[in-house]
């Protein structure tokens, strides 16, 4: 027996996705999507990117194991227990919530994009909420804090002016990253919007913009001369968040020469 009246949750949205949803419950959210635009873009989304990543990556279950890798005892199991591996890590990957990206250019691998678009999400869900330790050093010591993340990080660290988006900066922090120290500034908008850019070393050189969605927050991506950034906020408004991170961009890439 189904219930049409209770609310479609995120983690159905997946199950829906995955074909692992309870049969019972298959028609009431088919009958959600009807009439949530949103929702239903989401699932499409999701739905692209599993087709996606299952046409570019599935053919590696058929790959024999270079030999200088040296996996021999990878190479000793079953081909399905290989193939597991690989269709557990998309799946993985798509349940993270990379739901799409914007931009097609040279790309980071699916593992590379994951690690560092979701620590810096994890990060934002973290500090976003925090009322009286959102920051280490606050905005009222911008020179010091952008020399001392500098120093960390080891490539210079200059908070962007976000006044035109309407945002401030309210301060930053270190944070341990994949591969390096990351640095983590917050803003704020005068309603208590608040947006934060994670900074750290990429694993590929440069990149487009992609896109990405965890939960209510969404993440636009990037890398550029080696360094890549991450700009969170709320997934309520994409425009809004690509119009900020466009900002971004464009004085990261100034400094940059």
């Known amino acids: 027996m189904t219930n049409s009246n209770i609310p479609v949750t995120e983690d ?43 046409a570019r990556y599935d053919r590696v279950a058929d790959e024999a194991v270079p030999k200088r890798l040296e996996l021999e005892r990878l190479a000793r199991q079953p081909q399905r227990w290989v193939y597991g591996a690989v269709a557990a890590t998309l799946v993985a990957f798509i349940a993270g919530g990379a739901a799409g ?30 009322v009286r330790h ?27 002016e976000l006044d035109g988006a309407g945002l401030k900066l309210v301060g930053g922090r270190l944070l341990p990253g994949p591969q390096a120290p990351a640095a983590f ?28 969605t965890r939960a209510n927050d969404g993440a636009l991506y990037w890398a550029d001369r080696g360094v890549g950034y991450v700009l969170s906020g709320p997934d309520s408004n994409k425009d809004r968040l690509q119009q900020v991170a466009r900002s971004v961009y464009d004085q990261t890439e100034k400094a940059g020469g």
């Open 12 to 54: 159905e949205l997946h199950a829906f996705v995955d074909n692992e949803l309870p049969t019972e419950r298959r028609a009431d959210v088919e009958a959600w999507l009807a009439t949530h635009p949103d929702d239903a873009e989401r699932v499409h989304s999701w739905r692209t990117m599993a087709d996606e990543l299952h």
């Open 134 to 160: 959102p920051v280490e050093v606050d905005a009222s010591e911008r020179t010091h804090m952008q020399q001392w993340l500098s120093k960390r990080v080891g490539y210079p660290i200059k908070a962007p």
């Open 101 to 130: 990206w914007i931009g097609r250019g040279a790309a980071a691998s699916p593992s590379s994009f994951q690690n560092f678009t979701l620590d810096a999400l994890e990060a934002h869900r973290l500090y976003v909420v925090e």
């Open 185 to 212: 500034l917050m803003y704020e908008s005068p309603t208590g919007e608040r947006f934060t850019l994670y900074t750290s070393r990429a694993a590929t050189p440069n990149t487009q913009m992609r896109y990405a």
